[in-house]
């Protein structure tokens, strides 16, 4: 298994793959398009995990200069457990912090209990202090 960038010529896999890992996640943030700039933003943060040709991981990463961000972590069904998740997460972090961010947040919904638990081991602290609010325009 290796753990690579992300790059725009990835992003028909791995669209279909969000299809099945993350479909309440997907917003018209995720187009071709706009994921492309998002790549470009945040040079090399992103990650892919690749099992014989096939991306069965990814996680999105950046930051806007002060904190940093993690969307679309994800592993297809049948490679989870394995701690593919894991290293990509460590990557992506590893990558945001490089750039001088020293904290990084990830959004979880409450429900998403595998989520949380995945979070949780990886070291995050669950903030109990913090509402999301969200605006659109
Ligand atoms: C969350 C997700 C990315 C984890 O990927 P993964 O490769 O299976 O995770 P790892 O194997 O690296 O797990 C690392 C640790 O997280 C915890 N964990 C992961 N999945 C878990 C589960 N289903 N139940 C309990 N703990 C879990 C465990 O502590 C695990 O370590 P262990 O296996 O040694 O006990 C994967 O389940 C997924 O794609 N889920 C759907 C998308 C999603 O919810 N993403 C998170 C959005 S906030």
Redesign the pocket.
Known sequence: MEIRSMTIEDYDEIFSMWQI??KR?LTGADSKENIEKYLLRNEGMSQVAVENGRIV?TVLAGHDGRRGFIH??????E???????????VEAIRKIAADGIEKTH????QD???????????GFEKRGDLFVYSIKG
Do not use: E
Not at 79 to 89: D, E, N, V
Not at 106 to 109: A, E, H, L
């Open positions: 890992t993350s996640a991981g679309h972590m994800a592993v297809l069904p490679y989870r457990r394995k701690h593919i998740g894991h290293k990509l997460a990830i959004f979880c919904y998403n209990l595998t989520g949380q638990n995945f979070w949780t081991s990886l």
